[in-house]
Nanobody
Framework: QVQLVESGGGLVQAGGSLRLSCAAS????????VGWFRQTPGKEREFVGA????????SYADSAKGRFTISRDNAKNTVYLQMNSLQPEDTAVYYC?????????????????WGQGTQVTVSS
Protein backbone atom coordinates (compact mmCIF):
# COMPACT_ATOMS: atom_id res chain seq x y z
CA GLN A 1 0.00 0.00 0.00
CA VAL A 2 1.02 3.56 -0.71
CA GLN A 3 -0.64 6.43 1.09
CA LEU A 4 -0.70 9.79 -0.66
CA VAL A 5 -1.54 13.16 0.86
CA GLU A 6 -1.84 16.31 -1.23
CA SER A 7 -1.34 19.80 0.14
CA GLY A 8 -0.75 23.32 -1.08
CA GLY A 9 -4.10 24.11 -2.63
CA GLY A 10 -5.91 27.36 -2.03
CA LEU A 11 -7.30 30.51 -3.54
CA VAL A 12 -5.16 32.49 -5.96
CA GLN A 13 -5.81 35.29 -8.43
CA ALA A 14 -5.52 34.75 -12.15
CA GLY A 15 -1.89 34.92 -13.21
CA GLY A 16 -0.68 33.69 -9.86
CA SER A 17 1.16 30.54 -8.84
CA LEU A 18 0.73 27.63 -6.49
CA ARG A 19 2.87 24.64 -5.67
CA LEU A 20 1.09 21.46 -4.74
CA SER A 21 2.83 18.69 -2.84
CA CYS A 22 2.08 14.99 -2.80
CA ALA A 23 3.62 13.26 0.20
CA ALA A 24 3.86 9.48 0.12
CA SER A 25 4.23 6.85 2.79
CA UNK A 26 4.11 3.10 2.81
CA UNK A 27 5.85 1.07 0.16
CA UNK A 28 9.04 2.25 -1.46
CA UNK A 29 8.08 5.40 -3.26
CA UNK A 30 10.78 5.07 -5.88
CA UNK A 31 8.94 2.06 -7.29
CA UNK A 32 6.12 4.28 -8.52
CA UNK A 33 5.40 6.74 -11.26
CA VAL A 34 3.18 9.59 -10.09
CA GLY A 35 0.48 11.41 -11.94
CA TRP A 36 -1.48 14.55 -11.24
CA PHE A 37 -5.14 14.78 -12.19
CA ARG A 38 -7.86 17.33 -11.63
CA GLN A 39 -11.61 17.21 -11.48
CA THR A 40 -14.49 19.65 -11.46
CA PRO A 41 -18.07 18.80 -10.54
CA GLY A 42 -19.86 16.81 -13.20
CA LYS A 43 -16.74 16.17 -15.24
CA GLU A 44 -14.37 13.27 -15.68
CA ARG A 45 -11.07 13.28 -13.88
CA GLU A 46 -8.58 14.98 -16.21
CA PHE A 47 -4.90 14.16 -16.64
CA VAL A 48 -2.58 17.06 -15.84
CA GLY A 49 0.85 15.48 -15.93
CA ALA A 50 3.03 12.64 -14.70
CA UNK A 51 6.58 11.90 -13.67
CA UNK A 52 8.54 8.69 -13.76
CA UNK A 53 9.88 6.97 -10.66
CA UNK A 54 13.34 8.45 -11.22
CA UNK A 55 12.15 11.89 -12.25
CA UNK A 56 13.84 11.40 -15.59
CA UNK A 57 10.65 11.47 -17.65
CA UNK A 58 7.67 13.76 -17.51
CA SER A 59 4.49 14.07 -19.52
CA TYR A 60 1.99 16.92 -19.57
CA ALA A 61 -1.46 17.59 -20.88
CA ASP A 62 -1.61 20.30 -23.51
CA SER A 63 -3.37 22.56 -21.03
CA ALA A 64 -0.41 22.27 -18.64
CA LYS A 65 2.51 22.53 -21.02
CA GLY A 66 4.59 25.64 -20.49
CA ARG A 67 2.79 26.55 -17.26
CA PHE A 68 3.01 23.53 -14.95
CA THR A 69 6.09 21.60 -13.88
CA ILE A 70 6.23 18.29 -12.04
CA SER A 71 9.24 17.32 -9.99
CA ARG A 72 10.00 14.84 -7.26
CA ASP A 73 12.32 14.46 -4.32
CA ASN A 74 12.56 10.77 -3.55
CA ALA A 75 14.60 11.43 -0.43
CA LYS A 76 11.52 13.23 0.92
CA ASN A 77 9.00 10.88 -0.68
CA THR A 78 7.34 13.90 -2.24
CA VAL A 79 6.19 14.93 -5.70
CA TYR A 80 5.48 18.54 -6.56
CA LEU A 81 3.26 20.28 -9.07
CA GLN A 82 4.37 23.84 -9.69
CA MET A 83 1.58 25.77 -11.35
CA ASN A 84 2.25 29.18 -12.87
CA SER A 85 0.07 31.60 -14.85
CA LEU A 86 -3.03 30.10 -13.31
CA GLN A 87 -6.36 30.83 -14.93
CA PRO A 88 -9.95 30.42 -13.69
CA GLU A 89 -10.32 27.32 -15.85
CA ASP A 90 -7.63 25.67 -13.74
CA THR A 91 -10.03 25.69 -10.79
CA ALA A 92 -10.53 22.09 -9.69
CA VAL A 93 -9.73 19.51 -7.07
CA TYR A 94 -6.24 18.25 -7.78
CA TYR A 95 -5.27 14.66 -7.05
CA CYS A 96 -1.99 12.84 -7.13
CA UNK A 97 -1.88 9.16 -7.93
CA UNK A 98 0.77 6.45 -8.03
CA UNK A 99 1.27 3.49 -10.31
CA UNK A 100 3.92 0.88 -10.82
CA UNK A 101 5.26 -0.03 -14.23
CA UNK A 102 7.57 1.39 -16.83
CA UNK A 103 5.36 3.73 -18.78
CA UNK A 104 3.75 7.02 -17.91
CA UNK A 105 0.04 6.90 -18.56
CA UNK A 106 -2.70 9.49 -18.85
CA UNK A 107 -5.63 7.26 -17.93
CA UNK A 108 -6.83 7.51 -14.35
CA UNK A 109 -7.91 3.88 -14.14
CA UNK A 110 -4.32 2.72 -14.62
CA UNK A 111 -3.27 4.29 -11.32
CA UNK A 112 -3.37 2.17 -8.20
CA UNK A 113 -3.25 4.64 -5.34
CA TRP A 114 -4.86 8.04 -4.91
CA GLY A 115 -4.72 10.92 -2.49
CA GLN A 116 -7.77 12.68 -1.12
CA GLY A 117 -7.33 15.77 -3.29
CA THR A 118 -6.70 19.44 -2.66
CA GLN A 119 -8.87 22.30 -3.87
CA VAL A 120 -7.39 24.93 -6.17
CA THR A 121 -9.52 27.99 -6.88
CA VAL A 122 -8.41 30.68 -9.29
CA SER A 123 -10.32 33.93 -9.21
CA SER A 124 -10.60 36.24 -12.20
Amino acid sequence: QVQLVESGGGLVQAGGSLRLSCAASGRTFTNYNVGWFRQTPGKEREFVGAISWSGGMTSYADSAKGRFTISRDNAKNTVYLQMNSLQPEDTAVYYCAAKSGVFLTVTSRTYDYWGQGTQVTVSS
